[in-house]
T-cell receptor, first 111, second 113 residues
Framework: GQSLEQPSEVTAVEGAIVQINCTYQTSGFYGLSWYQQHDGGAPTFLSYNGLDGLEETGRFSSFLSRSDSYGYLLLQELQMKDSASYFCAVRALTGFQKLVFGTGTRLLVSP | ETGVTQSPTHLIKTRGQQVTLRCSSQSGHNTVSWYQQALGQGPQFIFQYYREEENGRGNFPPRFSGLQFPNYSSELNVNALELDDSALYLC????????????FGNGTRLTVT
């Protein structure tokens, strides 16, 4: 099976940089994804790492190290609208797209 | 481009009853998945449908069932509701069965009393 652990809550101020970590125990997976979910809203795809290394998409970057069973999401130039929950997720080694989500991190951005 | 839409947004049912939740996929997406999200937790995979057939299932009992229609819309049916079924039910569509991002709807909040 798979399990993914994340810090429950992270706080930061506008303009700052924050890193949300994701450590996992899994026998194998295709890649690591990140989703953002505002209260009462739908999870929204942010980033995907199929290979080790850094992927950059605007203010967001994501990193994966399979040897360390570790990944992170980096958010730069934080804005108030970034306050949300963030989930890492791995795609299980199956013939269909089953995502296993982490425990989620609630990010609170203050002025 | 129309996104994923789900109905109803909220629903209250009594233990033992049956419920049907509905989902319209994003235009051009032929694959739909359903997830259950309990309060404060990450979504959990229920099952996936492709070309009107279930092609993958998570650790949910048979009383959770679904359908996909020729227009790729979908239904989630839950029989014999239990209190623990209270959760946000999310529908997600994707372009392919394999590695493409999931596009989620806003979900249906089900409360079982």
């Amino acid at each position: 099976g798979q399990s993914l652990e994340q810090p429950s809550e992270v706080t930061a101020v506008e303009g700052a940089i924050v890193q949300i970590n994701c450590t996992y125990q899994t026998s194998g997976f295709y890649g690591l994804s990140w989703y953002q979910q505002h209260d009462g809203g739908a999870p929204t795809f942010l980033s995907y790492n199929g290979l080790d290394g850094l992927e950059e998409t605007g203010r967001f970057s994501s990193f994966l190290s399979r040897s360390d069973s570790y990944g992170y999401l980096l958010l730069q130039e934080l804005q108030m609208k970034d306050s949300a929950s963030y989930f890492c997720a791995v795609r299980a080694l199956t013939g269909f797209q089953k995502l296993v989500f982490g425990t989620g991190t609630r990010l609170l951005v203050s002025p | 481009e129309t996104g994923v839409t789900q109905s109803p947004t909220h629903l209250i049912k009594t233990r033992g009853q049956q419920v049907t939740l509905r989902c319209s996929s994003q235009s051009g997406h032929n694959t739909v998945s359903w997830y259950q999200q309990a309060l404060g937790q990450g979504p959990q995979f229920i099952f996936q449908y492709y070309r009107e057939e279930e092609n993958g299932r998570g650790n949910f009992p048979p009383r959770f069932s679904g359908l996909q229609f020729p227009n790729y819309s979908s239904e989630l049916n839950v029989n014999a509701l239990e209190l623990d079924d209270s959760a946000l039910y999310l529908c997600a569509s994707s372009e392919t069965v394999y590695n493409s991002p999931l596009h989620f709807g806003n979900g249906t909040r089900l409360t079982v009393t």
